[in-house]
């Protein structure tokens, strides 16, 4: 799996937009880019994910560039609920499904 | 519909002890995994059950063990507990085996001293 890197930490403004970025520069081309945030004393929550195409759901949407090797996830209007950390990750569909968590970027977002 | 549940919420146990974990996977999810998270770190993937099977495990020792039920429930066991056991224990329950769209549930906090 292609290694990722976030930056440890990153400040937003409430109300203003979050670009988180990520570094997969060994990324090959069967390997999706996925984005978990974690909020304190929760589980991991699902934001999105993506191949070659940007994506934007309710959440969020993600960038990829055009070679694949780096994407930036956007949060359009960052709120004080978005303070969490935020994980990219690498992954080629095999026969199952593991995450590969790394250290992430943790977001904190100000009034 | 209902998320994924854990149980305990939080334990202690003794160092040398054995430890039983639950979770309850979210409605028509036939797949779950589960992950240690040290303080600190992110999630460490233990092992992966579909349709009552071990599907994948990871790094760790045969005595973290598992059991997936035929209602897709599913239990993390632990024997001989170590203080480095010490961490947030999270299951995940998915659609299939090949989802990477994993839904978490709220952890297990388990002390071992």
């Known amino acids: 799996d292609a290694k990722t890197t976030q930056p440890p930490s990153m400040d937003c403004a409430e109300g203003r937009a979050a670009n988180l970025p990520c570094n997969h520069s060994?990324?090959?081309?069967?390997?999706?880019v996925y984005w978990y945030r974690q909020i304190h004393s929760q589980g991991p929550q699902y934001i999105i994910h993506?191949?070659?195409n940007n994506e934007t759901n309710e959440m969020a949407s993600l960038i990829i560039t055009e070679d694949r090797k780096s994407s930036t996830l956007i949060l359009p209007h960052a709120t004080l609920r978005d303070t969490a950390v935020y994980y990219c990750?690498?992954?080629?569909?095999?026969?199952?499904?593991?995450?590969?968590f790394g250290k992430g970027t943790m977001l904190l977002v100000s009034p | 519909e209902t998320g994924v549940t854990q149980s305990p919420t939080h334990l202690i146990k003794t160092r040398g002890q054995q430890v039983t974990l639950r979770c309850s996977s979210q409605?028509?999810?036939?797949?779950v995994s589960w992950y240690q998270q040290a303080l600190g770190q992110g999630p460490q993937f233990i092992f992966q059950?579909?349709?009552?099977?071990?599907?994948g495990r990871g790094n760790f020792p045969p005595r973290f063990s598992g059991l997936q039920f035929p209602n897709y429930s599913s239990e993390l066991n632990v024997n001989a507990l170590e203080l480095d056991d010490s961490a947030l224990y999270l299951c995940?329950?998915?659609?299939?085996?090949?989802?990477?769209?994993?839904?978490f549930g709220p952890g297990t906090r388990l002390t071992v001293t």
């Open positions: 995940a329950s998915s659609l299939d085996r090949y989802s990477y769209e994993q839904y």
């Open positions: 060994t990324i090959s081309g069967n390997e999706y």
């Open positions: 993506g191949l070659k």
């Open positions: 990750i690498v992954r080629v569909v095999t026969g199952y499904s593991t995450l590969t």
């Open positions: 409605s028509g999810h036939n797949t």
């Open positions: 059950y579909y349709r009552e099977e071990e599907n």
